[in-house]
């Protein structure tokens, strides 16, 4: 005979805690505040809530994550209040469902070392020509808007690179606490690609590269 | 006077930099064990911009002597038990000795400062003692090299933490907020 008409059913899916999550960084823009990254445990089909505990170095207390929200999902922002210096947080990711829950590896973390801050911004070039000397070109650039370079709690400093557009290597110049460059020995009538990153002094971590900025080299230069 | 200060810190941390490697650290799980073991961290020192801010520069430079005094003894300790560690490049040898002569450069700049600014009286007799050479000299061979990687943690924080504090003197008193 035919086969029945078809039929389905449902078996459901095994219900398990959650697996560990995964903190996956941490990264302070201006020195000030930070945020913690974490990649959400898998969740086995059910409802599965993320919370992040963590202590400070000194003292016994653990306390739970004082903003989930300003930094968007898998995410906790620390702001002013909530930020100290020179000092070991411990931090662990809680995942939670209605079989169990599980923590991640602790994350150790002392925000002086993971200052990353925004690329520098307002970069501008101008070509300047003298009777006595040869032209010349001046970069100069802007801190990144959210660094507070004035009162000296931040202080940064400055790497520029640059290449002829067809070309492959980047030449790199690091140029310390400066806010500009004169550029001497450049190739003319060629057009030149530069961007510029910034790094706090001592510790923390490069910046993204500043967007592509180009460049043409006078003829004459 | 700041800068040349200044100059002295940075050469500091660069140093511990060299001497500290984190990843060997996390490995070995030294970081965790690192946690509440400083001997200047019974000193409150700001931990903040604006706890930097608000203090008194009088008070701040005091503060910034008892800690480099706090790393007198340490440091004349460490330069001499660094050469037995065997594993020890030459490098970090001589580096280790540099960094003491640095901390006692930097400590006699610091009291002339501070000597000028209160015009005259300097407190001498503060700072906090350190106890921690039995276990530079622990017979363990991994006990005795987390004792070198906490010292250096100590001290790579304090001269980062004192080097931010000349900056925002430096910025306050000499450019008006506005470096
Ligand atoms: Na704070
Ligand atoms: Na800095
Ligand atoms: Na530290």
Redesign the pocket.
């Known amino acids: 005979s035919e086969w029945s008409s078809e039929r389905s059913i449902q078996i459901p899916k095994e219900q398990l805690p959650p697996e560990k999550p995964i903190i996956i960084k941490c990264r302070s823009p201006e020195k000030?505040t930070f945020t913690c990254w974490w990649k959400p445990a898998s969740d086995g089909g059910l409802l599965t809530k993320h919370t992040l505990l963590y202590s400070k170095e000194g003292e016994e207390k653990v306390y739970e994550c004082p903003d989930y929200k300003t930094a968007g999902p898998n995410s906790c922002y620390f702001?002013?209040?909530?930020?100290?210096?020179w000092t070991i947080y411990n931090i662990t990711v809680r995942a939670t469902n209605e079989m169990g829950s599980n923590v991640s590896d602790p994350h150790y973390v002392d925000v002086t070392y993971i200052v990353q801050p925004d690329p520098p911004v307002n970069i501008t070039l101008e070509l300047k020509k003298s009777i006595k000397r040869k032209p010349y070109l001046v970069l100069t650039w802007s801190p990144p808007p959210l660094a507070d370079v004035r009162s000296g709690w931040l202080t940064l400093e400055y790497e520029l690179r640059l290449k002829p557009e067809e070309g492959e290597e980047w030449e790199t110049i690091f140029v310390g606490q400066q806010t500009q460059c004169k550029m001497f020995s450049l190739n003319p009538g060629k057009r030149y690609i530069v961007q510029i990153h910034c790094k706090p002094d001592h510790h923390g971590l490069w910046s993204e590269w500043s967007p592509e900025m180009y460049i043409e080299i006078p003829t004459d230069f | 006077m700041y800068t040349h200060s200044t100059a002295l810190t940075f050469c500091l941390s660069n140093t511990c930099t060299d001497l500290q490697d984190e990843r060997y650290a996390q490995g070995r799980g030294f970081i965790a064990k690192a946690v509440n073991s400083c001997h200047t961290a019974s000193l409150t020192t700001p931990?903040?911009?604006?706890?930097a801010q608000q203090i008194h520069h009088e008070d701040l430079l005091n503060l910034i002597l008892r800690v480099l005094r706090s790393w007198n003894d340490p440091l004349i300790h460490l330069a001499s038990e660094v050469q037995r560690i065997k594993e020890a490049p030459e490098t970090i040898l001589w580096k280790a000795v540099e960094i003491e002569e640095q901390n006692k450069r930097l400590l006699e700049g610091m009291e002339k400062i501070v000597g000028r600014v209160h015009s005259g009286e300097v407190e001498n007799d503060i700072y906090t003692p350190w106890d921690g050479l039995p276990s530079l000299q622990l017979a363990d061979e991994d006990s005795r090299l987390f004792a070198f990687y906490n010292l250096l943690h100590c001290l790579r924080r304090d001269s980062h933490k004192i080097d931010n504090y000349l900056k925002v003197l430096k910025c306050r008193l000499i450019h008006d907020n506005n470096c």
């Open positions: 000030e702001d002013k209040k909530h930020t100290s210096f | 931990e903040d911009k604006e706890q």
